[in-house]
């Protein structure tokens, strides 16, 4: 059972950037992703990466202000926010699924075999 642990959050204003990363506490073939899960509404995608770096995707809500990334030497993810806007505001989880094809990039939620256990976002206007 591999243990996801996410770092980052906080409160910011809007405009601002934030940084997560999350960790994985073994080394294997990971497809990572971002979701996340304002009050009220249902969790959504955020970004995807392939096990192997090479593949993204993002929201649209997203694209062109997130990034997503990952080290595999430190079996981290992150995910790097500029231009923050107060509908960013959601508890954000990171996610991995076992995954040997190392090119795949998975966005539907219920694929995922491993959860994070959530860290809070909260942009101010």
């Known amino acids: 059972q591999v243990q996801l642990v996410e770092s980052g959050g906080g409160l910011v204003q809007t405009g601002a950037s934030m940084s997560f990363a999350c960790t994985a506490s073994?080394?294997?073939?990971?497809?990572m992703g971002w979701f996340r899960q304002a009050p009220g509404k249902e969790r959504e995608f955020v970004a995807g990466?392939?096990?192997?770096?090479?593949?993204?995707d993002y929201a649209d809500s997203v694209r062109g202000r997130f990034t997503i990334v990952r080290d595999n030497t430190k079996n981290t993810v992150y995910l790097q926010m500029h231009s923050l806007q107060p509908e960013d505001t959601a508890v954000y989880f990171c996610?991995?699924?076992?995954?040997?094809?190392?090119?795949?990039?998975?966005?539907?939620?219920?694929?995922?075999?491993?959860w994070g256990q959530g860290t809070q976002l909260t942009v101010s206007s």
């Open positions: 996610a991995a699924r076992r995954e040997s094809r190392r090119w795949v990039i998975i966005t539907q939620d219920h694929l995922y075999h491993y």
């Open positions: 073994e080394t294997s073939t990971y497809a």
């Open positions: 990466i392939s096990g192997n770096g090479a593949n993204t």
